[in-house]
């Protein structure tokens, strides 16, 4: 946020956004700006410490600002958006309220600063074990890994803790190339993990379910956003999504991720 009395932040969305309030505010009817405060508003009272809250509703300022129209800069951006290793931090929730500050301010003039948010202060995360006394099995992961700096990054990465297949894996479930639909998260150096998730316990290509629930959620745009919901928490569901593949009808999956794209 480059106007004057706006820093910068640390997600270039956020950026953005605060560069063009004027435009988005004209662009978007009455309803569309409301949605668009109301997740902005959802991103700014997620918790930091909640490792899959703040990607979540990322995401969801993302899905409200694909209705600005083709051309403007901020949807140019959300929809060039492309895979990233580093998850949103926690200064994403200080920009956001700052945002719904100013985009809510009559006439668009800034409100006073929001009183700041003291940073949360990261749990301590054991050491990865070394020496000829470590045993790899122990290490809950579906790609095979030595390295201790690779454990190190899953171990900081809730995401990235959960069991996935590498993309040798899930190219020989697929039978080919996976779809672009499928969640793909950056695991530096060991390249790609596929959520397993997706795939059936026993075996065979990915859920129809799955691929249809992540074409909503724009998995191939943001696939931490669409993870986060998949694993976290469901106000239209009895629990976790991924709890409940196989357990509930299709449709009311597709149903909980409609009403997060649509705002309801």
């Keep these: 946020m480059n106007e004057e009395g706006r820093g910068p932040s640390a997600e270039p969305l956020l950026t953005l956004i605060g560069e063009h309030l004027e435009s988005i505010r004209t662009a978007l009817d009455d309803a569309q700006h409301a949605l668009l405060l109301t997740r902005l508003k959802a991103l700014a ?3 930091p410490d909640d490792g899959m809250a703040v990607p979540r509703a990322l995401q969801g300022v ?14 140019t951006m959300v929809d060039g958006v492309r895979l990233v290793a ?27 600063e929001p009183e700041p948010q003291p940073e949360p202060q990261p749990e301590p995360q054991a050491a990865p074990e070394a020496g ?15 390295d201790p700096a690779g454990r190190a990054d899953r ?23 996976p ?24 075996g065979g290509t990915p859920y129809e ?22 694993y976290g928490g469901n106000s239209w569901l009895s629990g976790p999504p991924v709890s409940l593949l196989g357990r509930m009808r299709d449709h009311e999956l597709v149903g909980a991720a409609t009403a997060l794209v649509e705002g309801e």
């Design 45 to 47: 009272e997620a918790s």
């Design 62 to 75: 993302r899905l409200a600002l694909r209705q600005l129209p083709f051309g403007h800069p901020v949807r």
């Design 86 to 112: 580093a998850p949103p931090g926690p200064q994403a929730v200080t920009d956001a309220l700052k945002l719904v500050d100013l985009l809510a301010a009559p006439g668009g003039a800034p409100v006073p």
């Design 132 to 146: 000829p006394e470590a045993v790899p099995e122990a290490v809950p992961e579906a790609v095979p890994d030595r």
């Design 155 to 177: 171990a900081a990465d809730p995401l990235l803790r959960e069991p996935a297949l590498s993309a040798a894996e899930a190219t020989a479930r697929c039978g080919g190339a």
């Design 179 to 202: 779809p672009p639909e499928l969640i793909r998260l950056p695991d530096p150096p060991n390249g790609y993990r596929y959520p397993e998730f997706q795939f059936p316990a026993g």
């Design 209 to 230: 379910v799955v691929l249809e629930v992540n074409r909503l959620l724009m998995a191939e745009v943001d696939p931490r956003g669409a993870a986060a919901w998949w």
